[in-house]
């Protein structure tokens, strides 16, 4: 647990943001198939998620070294034979991605996590990994994963998560043939799969998606030698939080890296009162503190947050109703009523092993003073979050 006074600032604040997890994730599964080598240059530290990645490609056969610019990257030459175990740390993303990789791999894979992932499911991409023919024993982790690719005509459903599209585009190198997948349901989270086959294709990638149906084949990786990294997007709310309850600029050097949340940024910095978070429910607890303390609204087309690292729609209601702040849930978001003002928590708030509501919890605290639990799950994406809290006003 960490106590957080409460400070008042009166000046703008430098509030540098870490190289965002998802290109890094991204990147790291895609050179790690190439046998190629390539700069990843950002500034900061990687969060937690990005280095579960990055250990995970090593054992695997890849190298990653640290640069005075961010990481070089040595790809494998050939994915590694016989018994792996990954440790995917709180990373998601990265399970996802190393489940279908290891689909094509010989040998078995044991995939693990801590117990914030065990408690998290692939149904959606484990479902068509079977369908190819894989052997896989749980949704869940620990997971095996034993290749043995032989169909490549599915059927993938996409209404909850997005990531088990991405996860089959980034394996795609090691496809025997083109695989054809019907897409079912509506996508969520779509500026993320969007992200992975710009990627793809900056790679050499002939995939296409559209009208329901992704086609994609195999193909030879070419991995620029410098990729430059950009600033985590989805934690630019988190500063406007900060922002607005302090009452001073916090600058990020925020630019729009392609996850498609600029549009929903641009919507709450204007004030717009009915927020849609279909392809940014990541924001939505930090979303939620800023329309409660401010003129109010609803947040709807968010209900693939509740399979987050928490139900992230039900939490974000415990931890706000912690300072005092109260909202409506819904069965896709949250109705908000306006002119609240936070007050001090009573009792430490549980942000149950999920960095965002800690992060949204301890931006709160900054101002109003409380004490958060499991402060340092914020490391997954940002490892200075906590001291750059504990500074401000200093």
């Known amino acids: 647990m960490l106590a957080i006074d409460a400070v008042s600032l009166d000046s703008p604040v430098e509030w540098g943001l870490p190289p965002s997890k998802s290109h890094l994730i991204r990147w790291l599964a895609i050179i790690s198939q190439s046998g ?55 990373s998601g993303t990265s399970a996802n991605f190393l489940t279908a990789i290891s689909a094509f791999r010989d040998g078995t894979t044991t995939l693990d996590g801590d117990s914030s992932l065990r408690s998290r499911h692939s149904s959606e991409l484990c479902s068509t990994l079977k369908q190819m023919g894989c052997n896989i024993d749980s949704e869940r982790l620990p997971r095996n994963v034993k290749g043995g690719v032989v169909g490549y005509d599915v059927e993938h459903d996409w209404s909850r998560t997005s990531q088990g599209l991405s996860a089959m585009m ?47 084949p195999p193909w030879e990786v070419k991995i620029p030698q410098r990729v430059e990294i950009p600033v985590e997007e989805s934690l630019q709310p988190v500063a406007m939080l900060l922002s607005r309850l302090h009452g001073v600029i916090f600058e990020t050097g925020y630019e729009d890296s392609g996850i498609g949340i600029n549009d929903t940024i641009r919507a709450i910095e204007s004030g717009e009162n009915d927020i849609h978070l279909g392809r940014a429910s990541d924001i939505i607890s930090p979303v939620a503190a800023m329309m409660a303390i401010g003129s109010g609204g609803r947040i709807r087309g968010a209900s693939h947050a509740r399979g987050k690292e928490s139900d992230r729609i039900s939490k974000t209601v415990e931890v706000l109703s912690s300072f005092g702040l109260v909202m409506q849930e819904v069965e896709d978001g949250l109705n908000i009523p306006g002119g609240q003002t936070p007050r001090k928590p009573t009792e430490p708030i549980e942000t149950h092993s999920d960095h965002r509501l800690a992060m949204t919890a301890m931006a709160l605290a900054s101002r109003y003073g409380g004490t958060v639990c499991e402060p340092e799950i914020c490391s997954v994406s940002d490892p200075g979050f906590v001291s750059r809290i504990l500074g401000l006003g200093d």
């Open 170 to 216: 980034v394996a795609s190198p090691n496809f025997a043939e083109e695989l054809r997948v019907t897409l079912l349901g509506e996508s969520v989270s779509s500026g993320y799969w969007m992200l992975t086959r710009e990627i793809c294709v900056s790679c050499g990638s002939r995939m296409v998606i559209e009208d329901g149906n992704a086609v994609i």
């Open 36 to 90: 190629q080598e390539a700069l990843l240059s950002f500034r900061g530290e990687a969060g937690g998620d990005a280095s579960s990645m990055s250990r995970c490609i090593e054992a695997m056969g890849s190298k990653v070294s640290v640069h005075k610019e961010g990481w070089v990257v040595q790809g494998a030459s050939e994915l590694s034979k016989g018994p792996v175990s990954l440790e995917c740390g709180n």
